[in-house]
């Protein structure tokens, strides 16, 4: 049996405590015990220590697109339309090929690393992306992108999706799922087809970008503005065959998707009601950097956390953002958000996305016994408390 001793000054120890001089033991990858520094003996003959500083748990990115990682630099930024985003996105993505896609993306796997990321949650569109994931370290969950405005669509893109699901898949996947992407850009047909696969599904797990930006808003409430405009400069149809009036969550109650919701990506828009519905197992997940990206105003985290929503932090893709650094990102909501305490952001790239759906069942998030010993090792000078 393969054992390892970690010896650390501290260790955020079961997600709520900081433990002194403390060491974990590891075994065949799990924890196997915690105990004071003092009992761990000096030259053990099963194994070796590792001196650290801080240990942390291992960070969980909740929300990225690696196959854009060769965007970066690359698009508009700013307080811009939405829409001039994509149609520039959509226009490099016609000039990419498979293996500039393929190494980008696994050099921004080994940038998540490098910034404590040990599980990410992926959108992804092209099948490449499977075995890309499943030749890095990382645990991994894949949503598969489905999107289509017309019946043919629709079609093609469901068949696409039940391939997609049926690929090999690497000893570090934890499992797949669907991504609809957004209400604006999965049409009527598709909104049944999804409806049936997944009432055939049950185990399937879905996540949406949702509420995003003022743009979806106003698509959905009248029918009209930025997007309106880009889907008729494009020949596509609208979304739906009447204006729904209403906001993107109830567009997917309406549609009877959104009780198989477990993840919104963004949801920057939302009343009171709307966000009490985001408790664990579900989570909403904020991208900090995408957000400056295009200059958003400040994201609403109080009022989701006074109502009891599962905030988790994501990287989203460098499409949008200009870094993969989830320590970083994690810093950078301290500074923006200074009402936020430590352990609550900590529990953004822990515990609460380990509670979602897609990785309940893995034991994720938290550095305690029979646990994955997945960790983050920090050196720092500073004097360690609680917080």
């Known amino acids: 049996m393969t054992k390892r001793f970690?010896?650390?000054?501290?260790?955020?120890?079961?997600?709520?405590?900081?433990?002194?001089?403390?060491?974990?033991?590891?075994?065949?990858?799990?924890?196997?015990?915690?105990?004071?520094?003092?009992?761990?003996?000096?030259?053990?003959?099963?194994g070796s220590i590792v001196d650290v500083d801080l240990l942390l748990p291992g960070f969980i990115n909740a929300?990225?697109?690696?196959?854009?990682?060769?965007?970066?630099?690359?698009?508009?930024?700013?307080?811009?339309?939405?829409?001039?985003?994509?149609?520039?996105?959509?226009?490099?993505?016609?000039?990419?090929?498979?293996?500039?896609?393929?190494?980008?993306?696994?050099?921004?796997?080994?940038?998540?690393?490098?910034?404590?990321?040990?599980?990410v949650l992926d959108c992804a569109h092209r099948p490449e992306m499977a075995a890309v994931l499943a030749?890095?370290?990382v645990r991994h969950f894949?949503?598969?992108?489905?999107?289509?405005?017309?019946?043919?669509?629709?079609?093609?893109?469901?068949a696409e999706l039940v391939r997609k699901l049926e690929l090999p898949r690497g000893k570090m996947c934890l499992g797949m799922g669907v991504n609809p992407h957004a209400p604006y850009s999965v049409g009527p047909d598709l909104r049944v087809e999804l409806r049936d696969f997944l009432a055939l599904h049950r185990d399937?797990?879905?996540?949406?970008?949702?509420?995003?930006?003022?743009?979806?808003?106003?698509?959905?409430?009248?029918?009209?503005g930025h997007f309106a405009e880009f889907l008729e400069r494009h020949g596509f149809p609208p979304p739906f065959?009447?204006?729904?009036?209403?906001?993107?969550?109830?567009?997917?109650?309406?549609?009877?998707?959104?009780?198989?919701?477990d993840l919104a990506f963004h949801f920057n828009f939302f009343t009171k009601n709307e966000a009490k519905l985001f408790a664990p197992p579900r989570g909403v997940v904020h991208c900090p950097s995408t957000h400056r990206y295009f200059e958003r105003d400040?994201?609403?985290?109080?009022?989701?956390?006074?109502?009891?929503?599962?905030?988790?932090?994501?990287?989203?893709?460098?499409?949008?953002?200009d870094t993969l650094n989830l320590f970083e990102l994690l810093q950078q909501v301290g500074r923006d958000y200074p009402a936020v305490t430590g352990p609550q952001l900590l529990d953004f790239v822990t515990r609460n996305p380990a509670r979602t759906r897609p990785l309940a069942m893995y034991h994720l998030g938290v550095i305690t016994r029979k646990a994955p010993a997945d960790f983050v090792a920090l050196e720092t000078r500073c004097s360690l408390s609680a917080d």
């Open 298 to 321: 400040p994201w609403p985290i109080s009022e989701l956390l006074a109502r009891g929503a599962n905030v988790c932090l994501g990287t989203d893709s460098l499409a949008s953002a």
């Open 135 to 137: 030749e890095s370290s």
């Open 6 to 46: 970690f010896r650390a000054k501290a260790a955020w120890i079961d997600g709520h405590r900081l433990a002194q001089n403390v060491v974990i033991a590891v075994a065949n990858g799990f924890v196997e015990d915690i105990f004071p520094s003092s009992m761990c003996p000096i030259a053990p003959t099963d």
């Open 204 to 224: 399937l797990a879905t996540a949406w970008h949702l509420a995003e930006v003022s743009e979806e808003i106003e698509l959905l409430e009248t029918g009209a």
């Open 63 to 119: 929300h990225s697109h690696l196959e854009y990682s060769f965007c970066r630099g690359k698009l508009p930024r700013g307080k811009i339309p939405f829409t001039e985003w994509i149609e520039a996105l959509t226009e490099l993505k016609s000039e990419a090929d498979e293996s500039q896609i393929c190494e980008s993306a696994s050099e921004a796997i080994r940038e998540m690393v490098a910034g404590g990321v040990t599980t």
């Open 241 to 261: 065959e009447e204006v729904p009036k209403c906001s993107p969550l109830e567009f997917l109650q309406k549609a009877e998707l959104f009780d198989r919701l």
């Open 142 to 158: 894949i949503f598969w992108e489905v999107l289509g405005l017309t019946p043919e669509k629709a079609v093609a893109s469901m």
